[in-house]
């Protein structure tokens, strides 16, 4: 009669086990400031299946591109641009001044 009992048992427990292993997407939020050649915050970083809220602001007109998404940012002066998207990928991807190509930073989204 113990043996049903115990199967359940030992079922239900593997099931918490999993469970405690799993990890929920986030939501990251990167605020980037670009002053002359320069980013505030450099390399970031994400999870596969993130929601990320990017948001550019420039002390001049000009386009952020983040490469890999091919997302563009048209930055204006007080102006910030933003833009909201899944994190689907793994990999790091630059984000540069498009004109120049200068280099600003990476997001590397991790599995």
Known sequence: MKK???AVLVVMLAGTVVGCGSTAAT?????IK???SKSNLGDITAKKGDTINMT???DK?????????D?????KVS???????TADRTGTFEYEIEDSSTHLGNLTINP
């Open 4 to 6: 049903p009992y115990v």
């Open 27 to 31: 939501t990251d939020t990167f605020n």
């Open 34 to 36: 670009v002053t002359g």
């Open 56 to 58: 550019v602001n420039c």
């Open 61 to 69: 007109d000009e386009e952020i591109h983040l490469h890999g998404f």
């Open 71 to 75: 997302y563009k940012f048209e930055c």
């Open 79 to 85: 102006q910030p641009a933003s833009k909201t998207f």
